[in-house]
Nanobody
Framework: VQLQASGGGLVQAGGSLRLSCAAS????????MAWFLQAPGKERLFVAA????????YYADSVKGRFTISRDNSENMVYLQMNSLKPEDTAIYYC????????????????????WGQGTLVTVSS
C-alpha cells in the first residue's frame, strides 16, 4: 500500500488542523493505521493508532483529549484531527500502516509498521 499524507501547515497555538492520509490499493481495511511525529533532530514518536474497522483507538498521553484519529475504509482515508495545538506539537507528521495484531503495548513501536507516507509538516507558532 502507498500512503500520501497532507493537511499540514502553519497555525497559531490553540488552533486546529486536520491531517489526511490517502492510501492506495484494495486492502486498506486490512491495516492498522497510525500517525507518528518527528521533530527536528529528534526520534520519531507515536501519536495515535486506529484498528482495522475503526472501533478501537489508542493515543499517546501527550495528545489525549486534543487529537482524534479516524478512518474511512470506503474512501481509503485516515485522518488526524488536531485541536488545542501547542508549539511542542511542531513536527513532521507521518501516517503508517501495519498488518499485525492490535496490541496496545506494541502500537507505539515504529519498526512494526510496514508502510509509511512521506510526511506533512505542522508548525505551531506561539
Amino acid at each position: 500500500v502507498q500512503l500520501q499524507a497532507s493537511g499540514g501547515g502553519l497555525v497559531q497555538a490553540g488552533g486546529s488542523l486536520r491531517l489526511s492520509c490517502a492510501a492506495s490499493g484494495p486492502t486498506f481495511s486490512n491495516y492498522i493505521m497510525a500517525w507518528f511525529l518527528q521533530a527536528p533532530g529528534k526520534e520519531r514518536l507515536f501519536v495515535a493508532a486506529i484498528s482495522r474497522g475503526g472501533s478501537m483507538t489508542y493515543y499517546a498521553d501527550s495528545v489525549k483529549g486534543r487529537f482524534t484519529i479516524s478512518r474511512d475504509n470506503s474512501e481509503n482515508m485516515v485522518y488526524l484531527q488536531m485541536n488545542s495545538l501547542k508549539p511542542e506539537d511542531t513536527a513532521i507528521y507521518y501516517c503508517a500502516a501495519d498488518r499485525g495484531l492490535w496490541n496496545m503495548a506494541a502500537l507505539p513501536t515504529s519498526r512494526r509498521y510496514d508502510y509509511w507516507g512521506q510526511g506533512t509538516l505542522v508548525t505551531v507558532s506561539s
